[in-house]
Nanobody, 113 residues
Framework: QVQLVESGGDLVQPGGSLRLSCAAS????????VGWYRQAPGKQRELVAT???????HYTDSVKGRFTISRDNAKNTMYLQMNSLKPEDTAVYYC???????WGQGTQVTVSS
C-alpha cells in the first residue's frame, strides 16, 4: 500500500556530505515513526535512525553526531542528512514507515577516494 522512493545517493569522498530523501505515498504518514536503514555488501540490513511522529530521534552509535533524520509531513517526505561521511557508511540506504513496513528500491551511497 505504501510506496517509498529513496533518492539522493551518490559517490562521494570521505568527509563529504549527502542528503537522502524518501518520498512516501499512502495513508497517515504523519501518524507513524519513520526510519532509515542501510545494508552494506555482505552485511545484514541495519537500522540507522528513527524519528517518531512526536519528534523523538534515535541514532545508531556509529552515526551519532554525523547524521540527522527529519521529516516534512506536509510533503510526505523524510530525509537523512549525512555529514562527515566515512567509507564504512557505504551501503544501500532504505527508508521505512515503522508499523507499516515495506521497502523502496533503496539508494546507493558510496564513500570512497
Amino acid at each position: 500500500q505504501v510506496q517509498l522512493v529513496e533518492s539522493g545517493g551518490d559517490l562521494v569522498q570521505p568527509g563529504g556530505s549527502l542528503r537522502l530523501s524518501c518520498a512516501a505515498s499512502g495513508r497517515l504518514f504523519s501518524n507513524y515513526a519513520v526510519g532509515w536503514y542501510r545494508q552494506a555488501p555482505g552485511k545484514q540490513r541495519e537500522l540507522v535512525a528513527t524519528l517518531t511522529s512526536g519528534g523523538t530521534t534515535h541514532y545508531t552509535d556509529s552515526v551519532k553526531g554525523r547524521f540527522t533524520i527529519s521529516r516534512d509531513n506536509a510533503k510526505n517526505t523524510m530525509y537523512l542528512q549525512m555529514n562527515s561521511l566515512k567509507p564504512e557508511d557505504t551501503a544501500v540506504y532504505y527508508c521505512r514507515l515503522i508499523g507499516i513496513g515495506g521497502w523502496g528500491q533503496g539508494t546507493q551511497v558510496t564513500v570512497s577516494s
